[in-house]
């Protein structure tokens, strides 16, 4: 299954800088942003898994966006995810 | 030499002293008429109160004056008239809170409050963009509110030279409609956003970095907070400040410039907010977006059915970070494990054989160095093949001294203990130099720029 993710707002970083991922997620079971989350630890994270993930959910100041809508809209980790979605990781800026 | 001739010596140094001294004081007044045609408004104290009388007609210079905007039929004379009779506080004289004042000002919002408790340094000019170099050193609240008076002589402008906190903050923000975060740190932010609730006043908050920025508005109209959203405080360690990460002026001025768009639409009653919105401006990629969000959350420590946070609490211990993006100084290594600026000269001076590590990004090396070294960003320390690298130039040249250098003697810390652990086994002692490029500037070479 073929879907799009995007890290922005310094989440990138953690991500070799690049902001947009499209990834093919193996058809062997039914993906949730729960599943997905700790798929991305184990097969995009680089290094620093804790500025992620803490206690297998996101971290605090990550806002997670199902196709451009807040997570919490969706059932956060529960959402299922579908082809073609696309999940958003905004860390949250504090510069002015 | 004679008595005689040290006399007159002395004589002469007595002469030229007061010389030197007669010129610099010519100099500080020819400074101060140079300047003397601009006067910082007196910055007031907290306890001022705004004297509100309703505005309720527009004379013919304000008519003329707003004519632009006045014939825009969402906005009309009722829409300028509750401009005029709107206060406004910004709390952020900075590179959000500069745009963002000016365009409030220009459009004739009454009353605008201005809280910094920071002054001009030549390093915010590229982006807090009311400041002027004759203002360095000047507070940033007067600043603005010259600034504004200058361009709006019919804006009362009120500068607050303070930290905003715990104990001045709902005082403050109460005798205010609208408050616009224009802060630069995630404690303030969490302060600003528990009063804001607490006061049951819009917050209109914007945020930039490198060349990214956001836009919402909380707490209004049963919108979501900023807590509804992030109920906890990110680990300091995730968040970056403008002085560290980088960020280009036009970003904080697009985003500052969209929040006095959002507080006009809200004085007017405008409909379609960024309430429960979220703008991503991306400057590179030259994108906007638009994120709907959750609604106010029932179970909000601040804005929720039933708050546990019913005052204002100590946000920097609630955040594990100063209220300030001045960046910390770490103390994690052993004064054995470190050498001043000084010292590490006398160790160039007399070439005994040693590596020196520049851990800064390559574009900070293009700015400035300290000569031959090795460049192992902060970033990529822990990776393979860096410390390979690192491992075979020791080897490779018989090294036995490392040496760690960055901006300001942080990351050097963390460098060094990263490094002693992982490469014990080659037996040698890295060191970091104190203070790093900065204190090399202070007390070995005056001409090193620094940024």
Not at chain 2, 274 to 296: C, T
Not at chain 2, 424 to 430: A, D, K, P, Q, R
């Amino acid at each position: 299954m073929l879907i799009t993710l995007e890290f922005s707002g310094g989440a990138e970083m953690l991500f070799d800088n690049k902001k947009s991922h499209e990834v093919n997620l193996p058809d062997t079971e039914k993906w949730t942003i729960g599943s997905l989350l700790l798929w991305i630890r184990d097969n995009l994270l680089r290094d620093k898994p804790e500025l992620f993930l803490q206690d297998d959910t996101i971290r605090p100041g990550i806002l997670v966006l199902i196709n451009d809508a807040d997570w919490e809209l969706y059932g956060q980790s529960e959402y299922v995810v579908e082809a073609k979605d696309k999940i958003s990781f905004i860390s949250t800026l504090h510069g002015g | 030499m004679n008595s005689h001739e040290k006399l007159s010596y002395i004589n002469e140094i007595e002469k030229l002293k007061k010389e030197l001294k007669d010129k610099n004081d010519l100099i500080n007044q020819l400074n101060n008429s140079l300047n003397g045609d601009e006067k910082l408004p007196k910055v007031q104290s907290l306890d001022y109160s705004l004297n509100k009388e309703a505005i309720s007609n527009l004379n013919n210079e304000n008519i003329l004056r707003y004519s632009r905007q006045l014939i825009l039929p969402e906005i009309g004379v009722k829409g300028q008239l509750r401009l005029s009779n709107t206060s406004v506080l910004i709390v952020g004289a900075g590179g959000l809170g500069c745009p963002s004042a000016i365009y409030l000002a220009a459009a004739g919002i009454g009353t605008i409050g201005v809280v910094d408790y920071d002054e001009i340094e030549l390093s915010n000019l590229h982006r807090q963009i009311l400041h002027t170099e004759s203002r360095t050193g000047l507070k940033k609240s007067a600043s603005v509110a010259a600034s504004c008076s200058n361009l709006n002589s019919s804006v009362k402008c009120i500068p607050y030279h303070t930290v905003l906190s715990s104990k001045n903050a709902l005082e403050l923000i109460n005798q205010y409609d609208i408050i616009v975060d224009a802060t630069d740190n995630v404690a303030t932010r969490y302060l600003l956003n528990d009063a804001a609730v607490l006061c049951q006043k819009p917050l209109v908050s914007g945020s930039a970095l490198k060349f990214e920025g956001q836009l919402t508005v909380y707490n209004y109209q049963n919108g979501p907070c900023f807590r509804c959203l992030f109920p906890k405080p990110p680990p300091p360690e995730t968040v970056t400040n403008c002085s560290d990460g980088g960020v280009l002026g036009v970003v904080p001025g697009i985003i500052g410039s969209l929040q006095a768009l959002e507080v006009i639409k809200i004085a007017i009653g405008l409909p379609d907010t960024f309430k429960q919105r979220l703008l991503l401006f991306d400057g590179l990629a030259g994108s906007f977006r638009n994120i709907g969000l959750r609604p106010r959350q029932k179970n909000c420590a601040v804005c929720g059915d039933d708050p546990s946070i019913k005052e204002l609490i100590d946000y920097e211990q609630f955040c594990g970070a100063k209220a300030d993006d001045k960046g910390k100084n770490l103390t994690i290594l052993e004064q054995s494990q470190r050498i001043s600026a000084k010292e590490f000269s006398e160790i160039l001076k007399s070439k005994e054989k040693h590596l020196l590590i520049d851990v800064r990004s390559p574009v900070e090396l293009e700015i400035c160095d300290l000569g031959e070294c090795l460049n192992i960003p902060i970033g990529s320390i822990e990776k393979e093949d860096q410390l390979k690298c690192i491992e075979n130039t020791i080897k490779d040249n018989n090294i036995n001294k490392v040496f760690v250098v960055c901006r300001k003697g942080n990351d050097s810390q963390i460098a060094v203990k990263f490094f002693q652990e992982k490469l014990t086994s080659l037996g040698i002692c890295f060191q970091d130099i104190r203070g790093g490029l900065y204190a090399w500037q202070k007390s070995v070479d005056q001409s090193l720029p620094l940024y």
